[in-house]
């Protein structure tokens, strides 16, 4: 019994040992790995300055009130389809200051009438190319283009197209008397006898043509009535109506006698069949033809106001007529003729 109690004691020791290598197998005999904890990048300490926007490449024109509506979208409508391809943005104004220009991204400003503050302009913004319409030549400076306008130019043409239109030369013009109207009747003339010469008809009354009359600008409707039926008893088949002359009641009255008519305006619907064509400046074509150079930075330039047909009857003046037409005002767009010249004698 007592060797029995000693082998136990002995085996016990042995038996703990066994139970704690036992324990370490079970749990694996391998320690959990750690879970990684993401890595924040630092924020940066300067926070960079934001990028200056581009101001726009602008153009501006200057339309005051007193310019018709028509006029005014005719030319804002030309200057848009310039604009918008070569990259700039038109902002259409009733006047300018020179301040205005200071705010920089301006490169080109077309004028309808001539500022009083031209030259402070011209001055305070040399980078900026300015097209001014003018009755007279401005002082030269490399940023200005002048267009010239000329209602001589206008009447000239008009009396060009007059004969080539009546027959056997048998055209008459109403003029006002005063302001610039005597230097329109003899450039109505001039344009008459450029194409012409002495214009003598072949029939009787064998008077020299155009023939015309000249009243006050402010005379009636009757009083040009008048004028009208001095001029007819010359067998005239064509009138030329200035602006000063044409109300609708004289136009109405010419066309009840199946006279052919010419104009500076588009005439009422009802008269379109007496109608040969409408004889004006056309401001929108001359800021297209100047556009160009001034894109370039080129100014300095003095050109004449560009001269339009519209309203033109095929019925009353054939293709071929209308060609000699187009002839004559290239060539005195260009200058080649002065309509202001002494009439042919």
Not at 66 to 93: D, K, M, R, Y
Not at 165 to 189: C, K, V
Not at 250 to 268: E, I
Not at 270 to 295: C, I
Request: aromatic fraction near 6%.
């Amino acid at each position: 019994m007592k060797h029995s109690t000693n082998n136990q004691r002995r085996s016990l020791p042995l038996l703990l040992g066994l139970l704690v290598l036992v324990l370490l197998a079970a749990c694996g005999g391998k320690a959990p790995e750690a879970i990684a904890t993401p890595t924040v990048p630092p924020l940066p300490t300067d926070t960079p300055a934001p990028t200056a926007t581009p101001l726009p490449n602008k153009i501006a024109l200057i339309a005051p009130p007193e310019i018709s509506p028509a006029q005014s979208q005719a030319v804002q409508t030309a200057l848009n389809e310039l604009a918008s391809p070569a990259g700039f943005v038109l902002e259409t104004l009733p006047e300018i200051q020179p301040a205005d220009l200071s705010n920089g991204g301006w490169k080109m400003a077309f004028f309808l009438t001539t500022p009083g503050n031209l030259t402070d302009l011209l001055n305070a913004a040399p980078q900026v190319q300015f097209a001014v319409v003018s009755r007279t030549e401005l002082p030269a400076s490399a940023n200005l283009t002048t267009i010239l306008t000329s209602p001589e130019n206008e009447a000239f043409l008009a009396g060009f197209l007059s004969v080539v239109t009546a027959t056997d030369w048998r055209a008459a013009g109403l003029f006002p008397a005063d302001g610039d109207g005597p230097a329109r009747q003899e450039a109505y003339l001039n344009g008459a006898h450029y194409y012409c010469g002495i214009c003598n008809p072949f029939f009787a009354p064998a008077v020299r043509f155009p023939v015309s009359y000249a009243l006050p600008g402010s005379a009636g409707a009757g009083e040009w009535q008048a004028a009208a039926d001095e001029l007819a008893k010359n067998v005239v088949y064509l009138m030329y109506v200035s602006p000063e002359a044409a109300s609708a009641e004289l136009l109405t009255y010419l066309a009840s006698k199946n006279m052919m008519l010419v104009g500076s305006q588009t005439p009422p619907q009802e008269l379109k069949p007496y109608w040969v064509a409408t004889v004006h400046q056309d401001l929108a074509a001359s800021f297209r033809d100047v556009f160009p150079a001034m894109q370039e930075g080129r100014g300095g330039q003095v050109v004449n106001a560009a001269l339009e047909l519209t309203d033109v009857n095929e019925g009353l003046i054939s293709a071929g007529k209308q060609g000699l037409v187009n002839q004559a005002q290239e060539t005195l767009i260009k200058g080649l003729v002065m309509a202001a010249d002494p009439p042919i004698e």
